[in-house]
């Protein structure tokens, strides 16, 4: 009997294993994708404000209709390399997270088996304790029931030692697979926030080398009916180059973009990627 319980005691860390990785895993997997989503809303209001800032951009004098224009087009840059960000999220954290639900339902089918086969094993154990207790003296069923008990508690000892390397395999694959989601969570952060400086410190210096003084000569020839070389013309017309990406309008015309300067950075990108998580491991050694 001691054997038994030692065995329902087996069942019970196994149970417990599979139950806390079903309802944490889960939780990170929700917690996640609202993560990402939020982030893909990030992106779409930063388009919009990029938008804004080029129709804003059309109606003022040159040194500002430039600032504003070099400023919106790193800002886009930002929202691409964040575009990037949440299709990483999607194939390397939230996808790997969302296996675990299958393999969690046949890990605990497989518990499952083994009550059953140790409900099987308490109950010929019973029968044969009833046995002893009714008819002592009737030695070919009591050596039958015995025989009964013998093969239950093969299959049941069988039985616990396969979940029991399951189970084991089980946890060496959850606590690999999370320290790999979230090594990858960090270095997808890392890449963006790393590119989002660089790019925002190229806007924080060209909106530092505005000079408002150039723009108010512009407006008080204006306001004064002197209109020279330096009049405010909207931007579609001072610049006519196709290649300005912000000078396109709407949301398709953005995605257009994103894409084809999508093939440029991805190398750029791997690279950096990997730079940071060889400097993670340096500072780790």
Not at 34 to 47: H, S
Not at 93 to 112: C, D, F, W
Not at 132 to 154: C, G, H, M, W, Y
Request: proline fraction near 2%; include cysteine; charge should be neutral.
């Amino acid at each position: 009997m001691s054997v038994v319980l030692s065995r329902d005691s087996q069942v019970r860390v196994m149970e417990d294993t599979v139950t806390n990785a079903e309802k944490h895993l889960g939780q990170f997997c929700s917690m996640l994708a609202a993560y990402t989503r939020k982030t893909a809303q990030v992106r779409d209001k930063a388009d919009r404000l990029v938008r804004q800032l080029t129709d804003f951009a059309n109606t003022e004098h040159p040194e500002m209709r430039a600032t504003l224009r070099s400023f919106a087009e790193d800002l886009a840059k930002v929202q691409d390399y964040r575009q990037a960000e949440v299709e990483r999220l999607e194939t390397k954290v939230i996808s790997p997270l969302k296996l675990y639900g299958a393999h969690i339902k046949q890990t605990r089918a497989e518990i499952k088996k083994l009550k059953q086969v140790q409900k099987n094993e308490i109950k010929q154990l019973a029968k044969l304790g009833r046995l002893r207790q009714k008819s002592p003296s009737d030695r070919l069923t009591i050596s039958q029931a015995e025989t009964s008990v013998q093969r239950a508690s093969a299959d049941a000892s069988h039985t616990t030692h396969q979940l029991g390397e399951t189970i084991e395999a089980f946890q060496k694959r959850k606590l690999t697979d999370l320290q790999k989601i979230f090594s990858d969570f960090v270095t997808i952060e890392m890449v963006l926030h790393a590119k989002a400086v660089e790019v925002y410190s190229s806007a924080f210096q060209t909106l530092e080398n505005y000079d408002p003084e150039r723009d108010l000569e512009d407006f008080r020839a204006k306001m004064h009916g002197l209109y020279g070389h330096r009049d405010a013309q909207p931007l579609t017309e001072t610049i006519s180059s196709p290649a300005v990406p912000w000078s396109l309008t709407g949301q398709s015309a953005q995605t257009a973009l994103r894409g084809e300067r999508r093939e440029d950075e991805e190398t750029m990108e791997a690279s950096a990627e990997e730079d940071l998580r060889g400097r993670g491991r340096a500072l780790h050694q």
